[in-house]
């Protein structure tokens, strides 16, 4: 007996008519017409069945903090930064945790099941730390929370970050974070990313950076980062966040750099409603879009994934925990517009996050947990154009969330009484 059957799946490899069988939280069969009862079936009626949504590069310390204690007048990554400042000595643990469980209703509403978020460690009572590992284990049944310790203010230049980090480490946070191009001098950034990556490795952990996220062009500390990477033999465990200065860069140098990314295994996030929004503020016209080099990395072998970085916070007025929204903006910004462009968007938020935070278990194969998600469109390029409804949210074979499916009633002479935007 199956506790849970889904049947006539569109699967994001193209495969069609497609069952799923599942029992006890793992997908056991994955077949054309699986005859088997089953406790509970599925119709997923041709529609895309995807394993879940990944974000790769959040702030879950920050979100939900929209208006607190007053808005980002500018909308500048510096008056977001302040503005943070601001608000840190205000928070109260109980009130980032709400805040973080409020969002992961969002999540687990849009299908999204897997965050690595960073966690600031610049203050030196780690309340934010404690609240986020608290939330970590509370949201554990259905969402896999990733905790990168983070030093915002920068781990050479904030007093005691470098001590604070490694509490945060000691108490459990997953990932080292970094900052190098706010440490204050280029050399103390390349010294920042050495004595980090060097504490990852000591410790057996990954890597996450904020890196160069900035339009200057001689900001080079991914450079570093991979060069690290290789030194200390972190290949694969190691993540360049934004990475937005390369889009400024010259073309030599990225020539050179990006075959040394490669090299490494150093994967990367670009954060497009962020980068599109937060760069180029110092620009008149032309204006650079800021965002990383996504096609050109993804050509050389690397993993790219798209973060979704800041939602309703000091940096970021607007989102949803919805994924399809973050591929959307990065799909256009990096004019992925080919066919097989769009799909790696896709991917981008899906299965490229799920490698870079290492999930166990994750895909739609026998043997992975009984994770995914039943979108209202056939295939991988119409949920990103439609930003899909998520009819179904399944985790470990028990759905948790559902939405009605979007279609708009019409009154017109001699036209259908409905549509739901498809053709
Ligand atoms: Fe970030």
Redesign the pocket.
């Known amino acids: 007996m199956l506790d849970l059957l889904v049947t006539h799946a569109t699967l994001p490899d193209g495969r069609r008519d497609i069952d799923i069988a599942v029992r006890d939280g793992r997908i056991v069969e994955v077949a054309p017409a699986i005859a088997a009862p089953a406790a509970r079936t599925l119709d997923a009626a041709g529609q895309l069945v995807t394993p879940p949504f990944v974000d790769a ?1 959040f ?1 879950m310390d920050a979100t939900l903090s929209y208006g607190l204690p007053r808005v980002n007048a500018s909308g500048t990554l510096l008056e977001g930064i302040a503005l943070w400042g601001e608000l840190k000595p205000l928070l109260t643990q109980d009130a980032i945790v709400e805040r973080a469980l409020a969002y992961c209703d969002w999540a687990v509403a849009k299908g999204l099941l897997a965050i690595r978020s ?1 966690v600031d460690v610049c203050d030196a009572r780690l309340l934010a730390v404690e609240a986020l590992l608290a939330v970590r284990e509370r949201v554990r049944p259905y969402l896999d929370l990733q905790l990168v310790a983070f030093p915002q203010d920068g781990v050479l230049r904030a007093p005691g970050a470098l001590d604070n980090l490694r509490r945060a480490l000691d108490m459990g946070v997953d990932v080292v974070g970094g900052i190098p191009h706010f440490e204050r001098t280029m050399a103390q950034g390349a010294d920042s990313v050495r004595l980090l990556c060097e504490e990852a490795a000591r410790r057996g952990l990954r890597v996450d950076m ?1 890196c160069d996220e900035t339009d200057d062009p001689a900001s080079r500390h991914i450079e570093t980062l991979a060069a690290e990477t290789l030194r200390l033999g972190l290949h694969g465990r190691v993540n360049g ?2 990475l937005t200065s390369m889009h400024s860069m010259d073309n030599y140098y990225v020539s050179k750099l990006i075959p040394l990314i490669a090299e490494a295994g150093v994967s990367a996030v670009a ?1 497009p409603l ?1 980068n599109i929004t937060i760069q180029g503020r110092h620009d008149s016209y032309p204006k650079r879009r800021g965002m990383t080099r996504v096609p050109e990395l993804l050509a050389a072998g690397i993993d790219v994934a798209f973060g979704h ?2 939602v309703m916070d000091p940096w970021y007025s607007l989102g949803s925990a919805d994924m399809l929204e973050v591929a959307h903006m990065g799909l256009h910004v990096a004019q992925m517009t080919g066919v097989d462009a769009m799909r790696q968007c896709f991917a981008a938020v899906t299965s490229t996050p799920a490698k870079i935070l290492g999930l166990e278990g994750y895909g739609l194969e026998p043997g992975c947990h009984a994770d995914f998600v039943l979108l209202q469109a056939r295939d991988p390029i119409e949920a990103i154009r439609l930003r899909a409804t998520r009819l179904a949210v399944v985790r470990r074979g028990k759905v948790i969330a559902q939405t009605p499916a979007a279609t708009a009633t019409l009154e017109l002479p001699g036209r259908p009484a409905s549509t739901a935007f498809m053709r």
Do not use: A, G, K, V
Request: charged letters at 10%; aromatic letters at 0%.
């Open positions: 590069h702030h960073h904020h966040s934004h954060n962020i970085d800041c």
